[in-house]
């Protein structure tokens, strides 16, 4: 089946670590987002990807890296810059064009130790 | 900027009622619009995707409507059901091709 595969499920970040969220897809979409959910907040886009080699900064891309070598994978980098990093992380896909909807994954809860 | 906002915050109901979500978004000019559910540290799910040319569709007891020119979708649910208990997402995908999330409605269904 297709689908958005995000990895790990949980993970754990000491303070000054570098942390990698793996995210990815076969459903051969063009565009992958990362987005971060805290509560009482909704969703807040960090990056996106249209194409690969190529990525656009979101509303709150401090503190976070990304990069796109691969259509099927979209890696974020959670740096010691980002200050509050406990969050609940989500990545989402979809086709380019304006009839098509989004699909997202099961997220990656990160929590600073 | 496009802005969603999603009332009420939360609901709760007893089982077997309909009930309506409301979504209201400050631009109309939108490709789509989505529903989604999402489950206690879950991602989301799809539920219903209206194009921007379409008045409603569809999905067992689900039925969601789409007014762009007021900028309103509701989400109507008939014969609740405790396991429809989720926050209950609304976005539209703008013509930046970005997709803009209300903050959702928590609904509990009450046995």
């Known amino acids: 089946d297709g689908g958005i595969t995000q990895s790990p499920k949980y993970l754990f970040r000491k303070e000054g670590q570098n942390v990698t969220l793996s995210c990815e897809q076969n459903?051969?979409?063009?565009?992958m987002y990362w987005y971060r959910q805290d509560p009482g907040q909704g969703l807040r886009l960090i990056y996106y990807?249209?194409?690969?080699?190529?990525?656009q900064k979101g509303d709150i891309a401090e503190g976070y890296s990304v990069s796109r070598e691969k259509k099927e994978s979209f890696p974020l980098t959670v740096t010691s810059a980002q200050k509050n990093p406990t969050a609940f992380y989500l990545c989402?896909?979809?086709?380019?064009?304006?009839?098509?909807?989004?699909?997202f994954g099961s997220g990656t809860r990160l929590t600073v130790v | 900027k496009q802005e969603v906002t999603q009332i009420p915050a939360a609901l709760s109901v007893p089982e077997g009622e309909n009930l309506v979500l409301n979504c209201s978004f400050t631009?109309?000019?939108?490709?789509?619009l989505q529903w989604f559910r999402q489950d206690p540290g879950k991602g989301l799910t799809s539920l219903l995707l209206?194009?921007?040319?379409?008045r409603e569709q569809t999905s067992g007891r689900l039925n969601a409507s789409l007014d762009k020119s007021s900028g309103r979708s509701t989400l109507y649910i008939a014969a609740s059901q405790p396991g429809d208990s989720a926050t209950y997402l609304c976005?539209?995908?703008?013509?930046?091709?970005?997709?803009?999330f209300g903050k959702g409605t928590r609904l509990h269904i009450l046995p």
């Open positions: 989402a896909s979809t086709l380019i064009g304006r009839n098509y909807g989004y699909t």
């Open positions: 459903l051969n979409h063009d565009a």
């Open positions: 990807s249209q194409i690969v080699n190529d990525f």
């Open positions: 631009d109309s000019a939108i490709y789509n």
């Open positions: 209206i194009q921007s040319s379409q």
């Open positions: 976005a539209v995908r703008d013509r930046d091709d970005k997709i803009i």
